[in-house]
């Protein structure tokens, strides 16, 4: 496994997302895969070494390009709910939705105006019951991830911004709160008692992150 970059940047991982779309070539796909794994590391390793050795073999290598193609596919063409199935059909050891969800992300078409695959890890995860008192983690995990994204985008439209921007709040949120609704109520109600307002999603998240 070939790491070319010290610094991984998302412009970087979009623009290996269209060179492997474009060329269809397994080196390509697998360099996409290999390098957003490293840029989602983010220093714990967590599974990452199982996941490498799950693909060290030939077996196991055309296993990992087939579902990443396949979801790569998908998620361009904005059929979510396949290019999700396509990891967990697979089955590729260690290989949850906190990761596989940012090959989804990356390999979706940013041109389009509608929903497409955005990441779902666990902050993400976390950070949705908190603002919407719904779960996003049933069984019926790919229904879940379908209607995460179309909620999203539902929302990006709705308050003028970009979906990306939307999921970069809720991983902001769900760091500061872990799976605790009730941190974010209270810091909300301590702003409103101490006459702090207008009561801001800013004014919570750094009123949150001062008495963590």
């Given at each position: ?6 610094v ?44 490498a ?78 603002i ?42 769900g ?17 409103h ?20």
């Amino acid at each position: 496994i070939l790491v070319e970059f010290d610094v991984i940047s998302r412009d970087l991982l979009f623009d290996m997302a269209e060179i492997a779309r474009k060329s269809d070539s397994d080196d390509d796909h697998l360099r996409l895969f290999w390098h957003a794994l490293a840029w989602g590391v983010m220093g714990n390793f967590r599974n990452a070494g199982q996941i490498a050795h799950s693909a060290q073999d030939e077996a196991g290598r055309l296993r990992l390009v087939h579902a990443v193609r396949t979801a790569s596919l998908a998620s361009y063409a904005g059929d979510s709910t396949s290019a999700y199935r396509a990891f967990v059909e697979t089955k590729i050891n260690r290989l949850g939705p906190a990761f596989f969800t940012k090959i989804l992300y990356f390999t979706g078409n940013r041109e389009s105006v509608d929903p497409r695959c955005l990441i779902f890890d666990a902050h993400v995860e976390s950070a949705l019951p908190t603002i919407t008192g719904q779960s996003y983690s049933s069984t019926k995990r790919t229904t879940d991830y379908v209607r995460y994204c179309a909620d999203v985008h539902d929302w990006a439209h709705k308050y003028g911004t970009t979906p990306d921007a939307v999921e970069g709040r809720l991983y902001q949120l769900g760091q500061l709160t872990g799976d605790s609704r009730r941190r974010w109520l209270s810091a909300e109600v301590s702003l409103h008692r101490e006459g702090l307002t207008p009561v801001t999603f800013d004014s919570i998240v750094e009123r949150l992150a001062t008495t963590r």
